[in-house]
Nanobody, 121 residues
Framework: QVQLVESGGGLVQPGGSLRLSCQASGGTFSSYVMGWFRQAPGKEREFVAVISWSGSSTFYADSVKGRFTISRDNAKNTVYLQMNSLKPEGTAVYYC??????????????WGQGTQVTVSS
């Protein structure tokens, strides 16, 4: 059983940056594909980014490509999401997730509790 705890959310102005972190415990971190997802008010949860077991492969949603970067540190059991040039439509609860296969669907074997990101002036 893997436990995931996100941190780093908050209020940021449009055009600003935030770095989310997700600390994993209770499993072998390097055996999981790690992903970030988000859910805006009144909308379904959507895929944001995913990173392979070693970090050599990454995939992004078109809406964040070029602005967001996913990375991982297997020695620290942590995955990150660097978010730059944030837009108001990026306001959502951001979830970290662990899965066994590298896919971009909104499915995962383990989920964190989420961290709120609000982009507003």
């Amino acid at each position: 059983q893997v436990q995931l705890v996100e941190s780093g959310g908050g209020l940021v102005q449009p055009g600003g940056s935030l770095r989310l972190s997700c600390q994993a415990s209770g499993g072998t971190f390097s055996s999981y594909v790690m992903g970030w997802f988000r859910q805006a008010p009144g909308k379904e949860r959507e895929f944001v980014a995913v990173i392979s077991w070693s970090g050599s492969s990454t995939f992004y949603a078109d809406s964040v490509k070029g602005r967001f970067t996913i990375s991982r540190d297997n020695a620290k059991n942590t995955v990150y999401l660097q978010m730059n040039s944030l837009k108001p439509e990026g306001t959502a609860v951001y979830y970290c997730a662990a899965k066994y296969r590298i896919t971009t669907d909104v499915k995962a074997d383990y989920w964190g509790q989420g961290t709120q990101v609000t982009v507003s002036s």
